[in-house]
Every structure is written in C-alpha cells, then in structure tokens.
Nanobody, 116 residues
C-alpha cells in the first residue's frame, strides 16, 4: 500500500502563505483522487479541504475556495496545497489521503499554526 507523507507546515502570520507537500512512497497515479484534510481541533475529525483528480481537476471545500490551490505531479508522486490569505482558523494538523474509496493508512500530518 502506498504511504503518503506530509510536509511543509509551520508558523505563518495572518495573511501569509504556506505550501504543503504530500509525497507518495511509490506511484500515486492509480489514486483517482487525492485530498488534503485537516483535523478539526474541537471534534478531532479530519475534514476535506481540497482534492485533485489524477488528471489534475481540483475541487475545494468551504473557505479553501479562492485561497488555496491544490495541484498534483504524478511524475513526482506528489500533491501540493498552496495556501494563501491564511487566518487563525486555518490552524490545524493537515493530512493527505485518498478522497475516493477507502482511506489509506494515515500519515503523521503536518502542523500549520497561523498566529501573529
């Protein structure tokens, strides 16, 4: 089973930007849709933020629309999430995983903290 490893999180100021990376241990070409999720700090549930199909078609959920850009590079086994206009409500642990079909084993995620 392919393993997805997240990176790129860190501390950002409100209004700032971060780009997250999700890299597979092997080819991700067969993963139809890859999504970025973030863990709700209150419910601890992971919620879909954005997804991208294996031909690069993106989709966004809620406040990610217009601020985040998801992209995919199958040649590099990678999916990226470019986040701009960050606000404190974007503070969360971010994960990547399949968005269609059963989940793969979850990675460790990458922490994003938005604070002044």
């Amino acid at each position: 089973q392919v393993q997805l490893v997240e990176s790129g999180g860190g501390l950002a100021q409100p209004g700032g930007s971060l780009t997250l990376s999700c890299v597979g241990s092997e080819s991700i070409s067969d993963i139809y849709v890859v999504g970025w999720y973030r863990k709700d700090p209150e419910t601890q549930r992971k919620k879909l933020v954005a997804s991208v199909s294996n031909i690069g078609h993106p989709a966004y959920v809620g406040s990610a629309e217009g601020r985040f850009t998801i992209s995919r590079d199958n040649a590099k086994n990678a999916v990226y999430l470019q986040m701009t206009a960050l606000n404190v409500y974007d503070t969360a642990e971010y994960y990547c995983n399949q968005a269609v079909g059963g989940f793969l084993t979850w990675g460790r995620g990458t922490q994003v903290i938005v604070s002044s």
